[in-house]
């Protein structure tokens, strides 16, 4: 097989497909919980801890020189992210709580197992390979 062909098969599975949907509407739900918490839920935040904002929260090692920037260590951006991260771990676990209760109702609807024959027709099954030999 040659090496085209064996990236075109291992490209065009299932698995790889849907991974690469998954991971592209993830790309824009991360983009869109960002916005969320950038944008409606840490401004009231700020508001309530002082008129803070968090974007601005920095602690500045070495000031300007020059031409040469701050460095500071931005752990106001670093919080935004903990809440995004925190939004997007409990969507993400509220969707998969969903998929395994609607999966387990598929298990629980799918037909039981045949019942066991009797001890008579179990008998008769016994008395009918006997009569054969």
């Known amino acids: 097989m040659s090496f085209v062909n064996e990236f075109k098969s291992f490209a065009m599975k299932g698995n790889v497909v849907d991974m690469a949907v998954g991971i592209i509407i993830g790309a824009a739900f991360g983009k869109i919980v960002a916005s969320l918490v950038r944008d409606v839920i840490m401004p009231p935040i700020g ?3 002082g008129g803070v904002d968090f974007s601005d929260l920095v602690y500045v090692i070495q000031e300007a020189q020059g031409e040469a920037a701050a460095v500071a260590i931005n752990y106001g951006l670093f919080i935004q992210s ?3 991260f925190l939004i997007v771990a409990f969507a993400i676990f509220m969707a998969i709580k969903v998929m395994n209760s609607l999966k387990k109702k598929e298990d629980d609807e799918t037909p039981a197992a045949p019942a066991k024959p009797s001890t008579e ?3 008769l099954t016994e008395i009918r390979d006997l009569l054969k030999r």
């Open 47 to 49: 508001v309530l801890v």
């Open 82 to 84: 903990i809440v995004d």
């Open 121 to 123: 027709v179990v008998l």
